[in-house]
């Protein structure tokens, strides 16, 4: 069915798990995605961008997902990614989606409280659960750019405060993570000391098991990269998380680990090699249906090695 987080989260964070929140912009993409969670019997969350949005209009974004609840059975949420302000909240709410996250992480920590306890209200009066961010993450997201020396790490005792005034269900924390496909100019590092004080102190303030989102979480797989390149591509620098370090955040209090840049590279990686491989070519069904396989080869792959979501329908 379409679902909330609730329900997938409390199971995630009892069985040490994560759920998949893949983000979602065509049909490929859906169809890709939701194969693999059928293929691993998982549930799975589908989210929308402000961008996708403005790409593929919401009631396209919708149909779709629909589609994928009658057509596989599973539990899928429908989340709206980085919602910027309570009117695209809104509209996403009024047209079905089950999930919203409000990003006000670029707000002051108060005006972060008061918008995302305004978008709180709204959604819950209508059944939605809402995702919300403390702390910077480095990046590109959008067209906000925040480079390393600007990002901050979420601290331990704001986050509890800002779950209890404003009611949020989950919270984006930033430790290490960050948008894009160059995530590390060295090693990969996250602080899962922190992640942890702030799951310990939400826990003796009466918040048992609140879940964690990780955003930024792509691993650029390297042979994807590679494909890209050798057919004719040009990304130089590329690199993600360790699946090792994901797994882990996983096994903790992490229920939710966002994941586009793994997507794109996927899809770009699959139709340069079609192309390059079949330049006679000129059926979009080819290309799109080879992107659409290599897209549910790299879930599963996060479901079975990476999240652990298998059988958690
Ligand atoms: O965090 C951002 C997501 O990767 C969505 O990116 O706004 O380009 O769709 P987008
Ligand atoms: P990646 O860029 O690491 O895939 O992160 C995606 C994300 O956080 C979407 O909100
Ligand atoms: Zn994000
Ligand atoms: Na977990």
Request: one cysteine or more; aromatic letters at 8%.
């Amino acid at each position: 069915a379409l679902v909330t987080t609730k329900e997938m989260f409390e199971k995630a964070f009892q069985g040490g798990y994560a759920i998949g929140a893949f983000n979602i912009n065509n049909m490929e993409i859906v169809q890709g995605v939701v194969a693999a969670a059928k293929a691993q019997n998982s549930a799975v969350i589908l989210q929308v961008s402000k961008s996708a949005l403005k790409y593929a209009h919401p009631k396209y974004l919708k149909a779709m997902v629909d589609a994928a609840v009658e057509e596989t059975g599973l539990d899928i949420a429908l989340h709206l990614d980085h919602g910027p302000d309570l009117e695209t909240c809104k509209e996403c709410i009024e047209c079905g989606f089950t999930s919203v996250m409000f990003d006000g992480s670029h707000y002051d920590y108060e005006e972060n409280v008061a918008k995302t306890k305004e978008v709180v209200e709204y959604a819950h009066a209508r059944g939605v659960v809402v995702e919300a961010e403390l702390g910077k993450l480095a990046g590109v997201e959008d067209d906000v750019k925040v480079d390393a020396a600007n990002a901050t790490y979420t601290d331990p005792d704001q986050a509890v405060d800002f779950v209890k005034r404003t009611g949020v269900d989950s919270l984006a924390i930033a430790i290490g993570t960050s948008h894009g496909a160059y995530k590390f100019k060295g090693e990969a590092k996250l602080d899962f000391d922190r992640l942890e004080t702030i799951t310990k102190k939400l826990e003796d303030a009466g918040f048992h098991n609140f879940p964690i989102v990780l955003h930024g979480a792509s691993s650029v797989d390297q042979r994807c990269v590679a494909m890209c390149n050798e057919y004719g591509g040009k990304i130089d620098g590329a690199k993600g998380i360790p699946a090792e370090m994901l797994r882990k955040a996983s096994s903790m209090a992490v229920c939710k680990i966002n994941m586009d840049t793994d997507l794109r590279l996927a899809m770009t990686a699959a139709i340069r090699k079609s192309f390059g491989e079949n330049p006679a070519a000129f059926d979009p069904r080819g290309y799109l249906g080879d992107a659409r396989n290599l897209i549910q080869e790299l879930v599963e792959d996060k479901i079975k090695n990476v999240i652990g979501s298998v059988d958690s329908m």
